[in-house]
Nanobody
Framework: QVQLVESGGGLVQPGGSLRLSCAAS????????MGWYRQAPGKQRELVAT???????TYADSAKGRFTIFRDNAKKTVYLQMSSLKPEDTAVYYC?????????????WGQGTQVTVSS
């Protein structure tokens, strides 16, 4: 069974920084793209950033210049370094990974981690 476990969320003041982590565990063959999404209260879930297995990132416009996504394939972990945080970044952040178990290949989601930006 594949599991994604996020960590690193919390309360931070505007202008501050946080690093989110998402570790994959279980039995599987390959992890392809990994990414971060977020959902604010009353809003739809939206893409924040993704990264290919080769390390090529893409960012939503709201994340460009402030957030950095990177991964450690040996640790099966993807990170999101967030800087210059704004109140509008407040949301539950979810990790998603495209994973092959050999029998199937599908997207898996983590349980989410709350990020609150407030003074």
């Amino acid at each position: 069974q594949v599991q994604l476990v996020e960590s690193g969320g919390g309360l931070v003041q505007p202008g501050g920084s946080l690093r989110l982590s998402c570790a994959a565990s279980g039995t599987f063959f390959s992890i392809y793209a990994m990414g971060w999404y977020r959902q604010a209260p009353g809003k739809q879930r939206e893409l924040v950033a993704t990264i290919t297995s080769g390390g090529s990132p893409t960012y939503a416009d709201s994340a460009k210049g402030r957030f950095t996504i990177f991964r450690d394939n040996a640790k099966k972990t993807v990170y999101l370094q967030m800087s210059s945080l704004k109140p509008e970044d407040t949301a539950v952040y979810y990790c998603k990974s495209d994973i092959s178990t050999g029998m199937t290949r599908q997207d898996y989601w983590g349980q989410g981690t709350q990020v609150t930006v407030s003074s």
